[in-house]
């Protein structure tokens, strides 16, 4: 069961909306209000942190791909994303309203991605009310929502082109029984989630392992113990400051709660979702126009899409024990981690990756600058201070030892790997 915050979020909508067209900026309100409903629509179907890197993608680049026909110092992905081809070009000489074939693109792109369609177009036929309330001319509004339905489909192709449907063909995953391989994890004892995540094409890597990790330290080695003492005392001797790092770092879509006989899914959204939002805040910091907001949004989800199949390869080829397993086998087998362990295996940290791959890019796009994180307050988190992308991309990386779910090795050598993502995507993409 989980909560429904619908209501709320379409009278957010309806606020926001409202002042689009006061101002240059305000269309990107548009933006944020078409990300914030895919949002909750993906925590409603509890989709996992792969999946979601995946459902963000592809709508923020068609987005982008409608809108950069506006400014032509602004080029396409084609050519430099691995499969994507020339996209559908505008009637030269006519009129768009960029923003309705954006949006459009968005939508139609997300739709095609989502589970709970239904709920997905509630949400939309909200935000369209106010979409076409702007004044277009119906010729130009028509021509526009067909040009974005154009770019939709095309992306859409290039997506079906990405070996998802594949990879969903494969056999269950089965843990190893081997001593120091991952096992199933309480309360919920799922099963790995995404196994075959290393098969999904990247976006800018040239193959899943090109920043390949050394492998984790020897089950039972001495490095192994001394890793593990240190997520057990951590843990036992956990500060207030540590715990509300470690709390609003969690971002587990796959959290439960038990009252009685009843579990409740935790509404939360994925790391991925995180970044998507503290690009937002960036964004809404530094007044980006469309367009600008678009590369920002776009670029970043590259990077924790690359990010998330790099981390996925490594921890299906390591297939490493989780600390609550350990240490319940070699110290405490009463021992319980403050945040619920996800079901897939730890080396590396993947919020390391993903932090420090998002960080990286909104380093090079806006620099460094002080800013409130408020992208979970929605969520029950309360607002956090940060003095740079680089020092929340540290924290979400530390917290994953302060939450008992990550050794540090996972942690370091995961913003080892983050940091080289993020450049890859900066050094092989070139939009302005």
């Keep these: 069961m989980i909560r429904s915050r619908f209501t709320g979020l379409i009278s957010c909508c309806l606020l926001l909306l409202s002042i689009s067209g006061k101002s240059q ?3 990107t309100r548009f933006v944020e209000d078409g990300i914030h409903a895919l949002n909750e629509v993906l925590i409603r179907d509890i989709t996992s942190p792969p999946v979601a890197s995946r459902n963000y993608v592809y709508p923020l680049i068609a987005f982008y791909e409608s809108v950069r026909q506006s400014d032509n110092t602004y080029k396409s992905f084609a050519g430099q994303l691995n499969g994507l081809q020339v996209l559908p070009e505008i009637t030269k000489g006519l009129t768009y309203d960029w923003l309705t074939a954006g949006m459009t693109a968005f939508y139609k792109t997300s739709y095609g991605l989502v589970f709970s369609k239904e709920l997905y177009q ?3 036929d909200t935000i369209n009310v106010s979409l076409t309330k702007r004044g277009i001319p119906k010729d130009v509004y028509d021509r526009s929502v067909q040009y974005g339905e154009q770019v939709a489909a095309h ?15 494969l056999p269950r995953f089965t843990p190893s029984r081997e001593a120091g391989k991952w096992k199933q994890t309480s309360p919920d004892y799922m099963e790995a989630v995404e196994p075959y995540w290393t098969k999904i094409r990247p976006m800018a890597l040239s193959k899943p392992d090109q920043f390949l990790l050394p492998p984790p330290v020897a089950f039972k080695s001495d490095q192994f113990l001394k890793a593990c003492k240190e997520v ?3 843990g ?4 207030k400051e540590q715990a509300q790092i470690a709390d609003f770092w969690d971002c587990n ?3 439960t709660q038990t009252v009685g006989h009843l579990m409740y899914a935790v509404k939360k959204i994925s790391p991925a979702g995180h970044w998507i939002g503290i690009t937002g805040v960036a964004i809404r910091e530094k007044k980006q126009n469309l367009i600008e907001a678009l590369y ?3 670029l970043v989800s590259i990077g924790i899409f690359d990010a998330i199949i790099a981390c996925w390869d490594e921890k299906f080829r390591s297939d490493y024990i989780r600390p609550v397993t ?6 405490s087998p009463v021992w319980q981690p403050r945040l619920q362990t996800p079901p897939f295996p730890e080396y590396p940290s993947g919020h390391s990756v993903i932090s420090n791959a998002s960080a990286t890019i909104l380093n090079r796009i806006f620099g460094s600058f002080s800013y409130t994180d408020d992208v979970e307050v929605p969520y029950g988190l309360p607002k956090r201070n940060f003095t740079s992308f680089s020092q929340a991309a540290n924290e979400a990386a530390i917290s994953r030892l302060y939450g008992g779910i990550h050794y540090r090795e996972a942690i370091e050598n995961g913003k080892i790997m983050g940091t080289n993502v993020g450049n890859n995507v900066l050094q092989k993409i070139k939009l302005r």
């Design 25 to 27: 900026n305000a269309d």
């Design 122 to 124: 509630k949400y939309w």
């Design 155 to 169: 992306i859409l192709k290039w997506a079906k082109e990405d070996k998802l449907a594949y990879i969903r063909t």
């Design 232 to 234: 057990y005392e951590t």
């Design 236 to 239: 036992n001797n956990i500060t």
């Design 253 to 255: 879509p796959f959290a």
């Design 296 to 298: 920002s949004y776009s």
């Design 326 to 331: 350990a240490i319940q086998q070699l110290i």
